[in-house]
């Protein structure tokens, strides 16, 4: 088994993901960078390289379970454990921050949304699991948006109430609640899992309006995966404090 920590990053090759394990990497981690195209993983993994960090790309459509089952053979033949998942890779296909379509959005965008932001976490987090139980400390992280807090959707004039995205918000509250299962779940075990609201980030999901760099947004994903055997489990953060659900 491998000493070292081991963790896998889907959505690794570009925003978040990338920066994620840019920063694990300086922690000492081997980073697994999930991309859909290992090609554009290939190119991101470059500069990780450099830096130093163990980073190798991993094909991992992860709305195609035959990605996902061939990544869990790959991490099992190299490294017999898991000790982080950061589940990262999401889309969000409204357009409009201010305007709400919930009525004109289609089954299909939300089929897909749901497919990527929950399904897809979802067989992910499965198929890992009896991987991240091999480790002295596993750590799920389900990267969420405060989008997906129904209690702020809900409340006028909460800083959300405007944003009626209502696919993607759909899809992160529903993710929160896969969160609060599994760490109930596994409550009394070595794994902790938390979902992380990044802040509004400068991506190409976020647009170049968002007021966070990725550098500080990527800070709660690796909070997260590195929580301490005293820190929460089946919570919901931004920078070390709670959200409402
Ligand atoms: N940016 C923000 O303000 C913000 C705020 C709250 C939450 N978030 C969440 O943060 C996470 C990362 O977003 P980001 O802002 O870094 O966006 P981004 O730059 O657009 O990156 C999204 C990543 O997800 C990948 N992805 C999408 N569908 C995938 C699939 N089926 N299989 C594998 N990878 C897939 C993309 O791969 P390709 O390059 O191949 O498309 C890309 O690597 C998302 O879950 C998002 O919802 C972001």
Do not use: C
């Not at 070292?4 to 922690?27: D, F, H, P, Y």
């Not at 409009?96 to 004109?104: A, C, M, Q, V």
């Not at 896969?178 to 794994?191: C, D, F, R, Y």
Request: charged share 20%; no cysteine.
């Amino acid at each position: 088994m491998s000493e070292t920590k081991v963790a896998l990053i889907s959505g690794g090759n570009k925003g978040l993901g990338l920066e994620t394990g840019r920063q694990l990497g300086k922690m000492g981690y081997t980073i697994l960078l999930g991309s859909r195209d290992p090609l554009k993983g290939e190119a991101a993994a470059g500069p990780l390289r450099e830096e130093g960090t163990d980073v190798r790309v991993v094909r991992l459509d992860v709305t195609r379970q035959t990605d996902i089952e061939a990544a869990v053979v790959m991490i099992e033949k190299e490294f017999g454990k898991l000790d982080v998942l950061v589940n990262n890779a999401g889309v969000m296909i409204e357009k409009g921050w201010t305007k709400n379509t919930t009525s004109e959005t289609t089954l299909e965008n939300l089929r897909t949304t749901f497919d990527a932001n929950l399904f897809a976490v979802f067989a992910l987090t499965k198929a890992v699991l009896p991987l991240l139980k091999k480790s002295d400390a596993g750590r799920v992280v389900n990267v969420s948006s405060i989008l997906g807090s129904v209690s702020l959707q809900a409340t006028k004039g909460s800083p959300t109430y405007g944003t009626k995205l209502f696919a993607y918000n759909a899809s992160k509250a529903a993710l929160n609640v896969l969160t609060i299962s599994l760490a109930h779940e596994l409550q009394g075990t070595k794994i902790k899992v938390n979902s992380a609201h990044p802040g509004w980030v400068k991506t190409d999901l976020g647009g170049s309006a968002a007021p966070m760099a990725v550098s500080d947004g990527a800070k709660t994903e690796v909070e997260l995966a590195t929580l301490g055997e005293d820190g929460p489990n089946g919570g919901f953060f931004h920078n070390g404090k709670s959200i409402p659900w």
